[in-house]
């Protein structure tokens, strides 16, 4: 990994590396065919530091016009020579960049430190993550194959024939990701589908545009040909509703909200394009009354607190056995009363702040509703007295299933406690699973009869015993209900960038 220099350049109290300075410094344009472009109407937006509210820089955003070029550029690449490379140059281009990506390192976490909020060692994890993604996808890219199957009867009937299936990349891909984990999203999405052929338009979340910008000059440095990845930068609503409706879209994949993926649905429905969605969780954590507390106490926290909450795993609804109800409790007030909440940059932190006003406001909104609706408030529950986005790890006890707090998604540091008696499986089953979504749960106990059983019996896309949303590369992760279609990671997002052509030859 290349170091930075040493951090020397001041950033409101903490210091940054210099090339992290010149980044910013930069001007940021949208990566249309193979270059940095301004968009049509010229026009930036702002991206902000979260933790101090300061801005960091300006990026130019695109329209629907843009999106019409940025589609054009990648259907030329998808027909030209992107199409034309063999199997094994495609594989060395993604390992180029994942080695380029290995070496930008230091600059890529601290660009997603400043612009997203989260702090610098669960970045720094993210980016060893986004390598061993890219990597694994390489190595996948040998491995697509068809099968072969028995040549249907009528040909068969009147001479020897031969069929099989080859897989294709599904073609021109729009890629919409969110702000929560902004690197990983784009890795997660460009990886896979790189690696199926296809060529990309890709629209990062306008809150942190930064570490996709760099990635663009990563994948130019790699050689991917012109128009192979496209960025447009730019709001939901014209550049995101752009990507949506174009006819010459043959797939969208969306994570976000779970509204913003039923508009992206019904504007997919023009052309049909294949639609891949990550949506909302309200994820059910089930602790057992014999689950270990050393174990059960930090891993229920951190299921609550990752990333602030601000994570589509969150396991933000807890169920715990009436026996160990207030054991548990105590510890996880401790624990959220023991976190440090910082700037990312600050070695100390343990959280960082919201990525904005408007979510503080909304996380605000579902703790006094909480209050008012009657729930019990036993950690955190205020917003800090200093600049940027920063609200306390909140517990709330004595939760019930029509609270908003129990009901929706909050994306901020607010666990929702209910108690349960008994250990009949159907009946704490029915509980985690009163949700209209299904991304993720977990199970906490020692007794893997129940364990299993449990697992068995919650309706979600990804359930973990004794630890929570233990997603990774190989693993595929995605949703029941309305937390989305499809899956991402692992060779499941792969087939979702291929289309399957059955052939069949008479001899
Ligand atoms: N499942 C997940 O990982 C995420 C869930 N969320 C949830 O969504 C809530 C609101 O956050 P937002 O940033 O407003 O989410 P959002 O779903 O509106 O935004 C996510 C992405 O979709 C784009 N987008 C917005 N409107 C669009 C449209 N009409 N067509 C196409 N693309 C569009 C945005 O520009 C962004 O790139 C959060 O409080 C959280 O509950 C937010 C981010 C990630
Ligand atoms: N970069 C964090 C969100 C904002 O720009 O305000």
Known sequence: MNALTPNIAPFDGHLIAPQTRAFLDRKHKLLIDGLWVDGETGETMETRDPAT??????????????????????????????????????????????????????????????????????????????????????????????????????????????????????????????????????????????????????????????????????????????????????????????????????????????????????????????????????????????????????????ATYFLQGQNCMAGTRIFVHVDIHDALVEGLVQFSQGMTLGHGLDPTSMQGPLISQVQTDKVMGFIEGAVAEGATLVAGGKRLERPGNFVEPTIFTNTTRDMRVVREEIFGPVMAIQRFEGTDLDAIAKLANDTPFGLSGSVWTQNLGWAHKLVARIRAGHVSVNCHGAVGTNIPFGGYGQSGWGREFGQESLEGYLETKAVTVRL
Not at 87 to 113: G, K, M, N, S, Y
Not at 136 to 154: C, D, E, L, N, V
Not at 190 to 206: D, F, N, Q, R, Y
Not at 269 to 297: F, H, Q, Y
């Open 53 to 302: 509210g300061l801005v960091l820089t300006e990026f130019a955003i695109g329209t629907a016009g843009d999106v019409d070029r940025a589609v054009a550029a990648a259907r030329r690449a998808f027909e030209g020579p992107w199409s034309r490379l063999s199997v094994a140059e495609r594989t060395a281009l993604l390992t180029r960049f994942a080695r380029l990506i290995a070496e930008h390192a230091a600059l890529l976490t601290e660009l997603e430190v400043i612009d997203n909020g989260m702090p610098r060692f669960i970045a720094g994890l993210c980016v060893d993550n986004c390598v061993e993604m890219v990597d694994y996808y390489a190595g996948s890219i040998m491995r697509i194959q068809g099968t072969t199957i028995a040549p249907p009867r009528h040909v068969a009937a009147e001479a020897e024939a031969l069929t099989y299936t080859v897989k294709e990349p599904v073609g021109v891909v729009a890629q919409i990701t969110p702000w929560n984990v902004p690197l990983a999203m784009a890795i997660l999405k460009l990886s896979p589908a790189l690696a199926a052929g296809c060529t990309i338009v890709i629209k990062p979340s306008e809150e942190t545009p930064l570490s996709m910008l760099l990635l663009g000059d990563l994948l130019l440095e790699a050689g991917f040909p012109a128009g192979v990845v496209n960025i447009v930068n730019g709001l939901g609503a014209t550049v995101g509703q752009a990507l949506s409706e174009h006819p010459d879209v043959d797939k969208i994949s969306f994570t976000g909200s779970t509204a913003t993926g039923k508009r992206i649905i019904q504007a997919a429905t023009g052309n049909l394009k294949k639609v891949t969605l990550e949506l909302g969780g309200k994820s059910p954590v089930v602790v057992m009354p014999d689950a270990d507390l050393a174990l059960a106490i930090p891993g229920v926290a951190m």
